[in-house]
């Protein structure tokens, strides 16, 4: 187990290299995450309005 | 600016007249500020002067960073002067109606670009050895130094125009249009740079020349019908 | 059968669309990650020259195909957009850049610890890396031109014609790098070679690839529809959505 973390000496290049990697994917999703929640969020509040306005087209 | 044109309308081959007339107002109106040209000039001149300060005196460096020096500070002086291809007719509406004429929009465009270059790159074509011999390059490098710039000044300002009209009175469209214009400079540099740097070593600038030419072609088919495309953009 | 495909070309009825394809491609890109990195990490054989270092391949090789890959789809979305002037491809576009810009980040961070042990130096301007590092410079300009542009129709066109201009020049940059890198060059090592491919290290670079690309759709269809519920924020259809009329 710890040959493989070592990776016969080059542990800390390829797990900085996976680590890195792995870390910018996370914080994308995570990113896409709140985004979608702040959007949600910013369409209930407009949606008074949509409704006001179909409300008062007909 | 149609009587300015003196051409009737209905006629289809109006493409050359209407560059011809982009070309000479433009030339006669940046010729009504030549302050700012010649300040355009004047930062080449000291964008070049500042890298033998920063670094050493000393021949054999300089000749080494030379023509990369030299082609750097064209390229940031190219970006200097690119705003003010759209901004001014832009500003007082001058460029809508360029766009609203029924003058191909792709020859007005063009021929602003190559006024463009009659006013900024040429120039440099002109200044660049003298500021060349700073670095302590040979006559014949000087030479192709020049060529090269000939050859190349026209991709930047041709390539420039899109980036221009596509940040059209953006906040900040300086420093973008930087970002946007110079990746796409880059193929402009290696081969410009590396011409004089053949030059300078004896090895032949030839296949550099060629590949620049050859991007000049290019950039002529496919730029000013970029930038017209951008500049419609921009102001619908 | 053209019809039926344009249906899907308005926002509001790709949005359950994309909605429901994004779970598929994001378990489909878990379980592929899963199988790739147990290749790359665990049963490929350790390199004679390169040790275990190469093992790093496996991450950068998907990753800076998938740069390259999502340039040319977004200026492909680019094309449609201005040709069709639909919203919707160039709220495809718009969602492909930042995931784009990801990949090339992740190619350039791996590149540079797998240099660092192979060839001694974080950073070597060859050919590829320089590229890589140029089309970075792109992305980051399509994104930046995004933001700077606050009116979304102007912002969706600028953005094309920038990407189209990118997209013809992306091979041009890569020959006149790679012409100038070569005349550069003293060894005549190649520093980004790959250790000569055992099969069962192609397969495990090939699964991570397609890990990699299902990954970047779920992510990027994941994006294009919050685009599309920001952008069309004052529809009805929007508004009727459950996820919006319940918190």
Known sequence: ?58 | MAAALAIAPDRTDTAWPALRWAVARDVKLALRSRAELGVQLLFYVVVASLFPLATTPERSTLTLIGPGVLWVAALLASLLSLPRLFAADHADGTLEQIVLSPYPLVALVGGKIVAHWITTGLPLVIIAPLVGLQYALDEETLSVLAFALLIGTPILSLLGAIGAALTLGLRSSGSLLALLILPLYVPVLVFGAGAVEAARTGVGASAHLSLLGAGLLIACVGAPFAAAAAVRIALD | MATSWFRYSSPASFYPLAGRMIRWFAAAAALLAVAGLVIGLVVAPTDATQSDAYRIIFIHVPAAWMSMFLYVVMAAWSAAALGFNTRLSAMMAQAIAPTGALMTFIALWTGAFWGRPTWGTYWAWDARMTSELILLFLYLGIIALRNAIDEPRRADKACAVLALTGVVNVPIIYFSVYWWNTLHQGSSVSVTRAPSMAAIMLAGMLVMALAAWFYAIAVILARVRIIIVERERGASWVASLREVRHA
Do not use: C, H, K
């Open chain 1, 1 to 58: 187990m710890t040959d493989f973390f070592a990776m016969n000496g080059y542990g800390f290049y390829v797990w900085s290299a996976y680590g890195v990697a792995a870390l910018a994917l996370v914080i994308e999703v995570r990113a896409l995450r709140a985004r979608r929640r702040a959007v949600l969020e910013e369409a209930r509040l407009v949606q008074p309005e949509a409704a006001a306005m179909t409300g008062a087209g007909e």
